[in-house]
């Protein structure tokens, strides 16, 4: 699985990389945050179909929850409570340094973006937290598309930013919906998952 990781195939002169537990092991502590927010105002929301929810952005999540629970509540005002309870937290995120690496491996030798289902002011913070926003030419957020994962429009779009095709371009994520996007957009998938290993 490693060689995968590491070796570039000679058609890939792009490389595209989710965010949120793809380059930074935020996960736990944006879990921490829907537990906040789910606590105050009263709904439902199991750790296990937050993971399985993982790129899409905290709106939409909220747009499900109400539609299915019956409960009022303005979906764009509880996502920005919900940011606003992640971001003091954002100075405990560590990067997932194996796939960092490849980020740096290839610095200066291939276009790169990120593609990401949250907001540009936390992926941009995460990213500066974690000194590699400078590594990448384009950042692509839920702000940036109509459509989004499992829908390819991220992916594309931040091929399209870097200026290579999509065929062309390698992409990492680390959930279902997110292979599943990066497929939809005809690129070379890698399901991070198969390599990182994450201590407990």
Same mark, same amino acid.
């Given at each position: 699985m490693k060689s995968k990781l590491l070796?570039?195939?000679? @058609?890939?002169?792009?490389?595209?990389?989710? $965010?949120?537990?793809?380059?930074?092991?935020?996960?736990?502590? @944006?879990?921490? +945050?829907?537990?906040?927010?789910s606590s105050k105002h009263s709904f439902h929301f199991p750790e296990d179909r937050f993971y399985a929810l993982g790129g899409v952005p905290s709106r939409d999540i909220l747009k499900i929850i109400r539609a299915e629970q019956g409960i009022t509540m303005d979906p764009l005002t509880v996502a920005r409570e919900k940011e606003e309870v992640?971001?003091?937290?954002?100075?405990?995120?560590?990067?997932?340094?194996?796939?960092?690496?490849?980020?740096?491996?290839?610095?200066?030798?291939?276009?790169?973006?990120?593609?990401?289902?949250?907001?540009?002011?936390?992926?941009?913070q995460v990213l500066e937290h974690l000194g590699i926003l400078q590594l990448f030419q384009a950042i692509v957020t839920s702000e940036d598309v109509a459509h989004q994962k499992p829908?390819?429009?991220?992916?594309?779009?931040?091929?399209?930013?870097?200026?290579?095709?999509?065929?062309? $371009?390698?992409?990492?994520? =680390?959930? =279902?919906?997110?292979?599943?996007?990066?497929?939809? +957009?005809?690129? =070379?998938?890698v399901d991070v998952r198969e390599f990182v290993s994450r201590s407990a």
């Open positions: 070796q570039i195939p000679p @058609h890939i002169r792009g490389l595209i990389f989710d $965010c949120d537990g793809t380059l930074a092991d935020t996960m736990p502590l @944006h879990w921490r +945050a829907w537990q906040v927010i992640y971001l003091p937290l954002i100075s405990q995120v560590e990067p997932i340094n194996q796939v960092v690496g490849i980020a740096r491996q290839n610095q200066g030798r291939l276009p790169m973006a990120v593609a990401s289902g949250g907001t540009r002011q936390i992926i941009t829908a390819p429009d991220i992916f594309l779009e931040a091929a399209r930013r870097i200026g290579i095709p999509p065929g062309e $371009c390698r992409a990492y994520e =680390d959930t =279902d919906l997110g292979m599943q996007a990066i497929r939809s +957009a005809r690129m =070379d998938a």
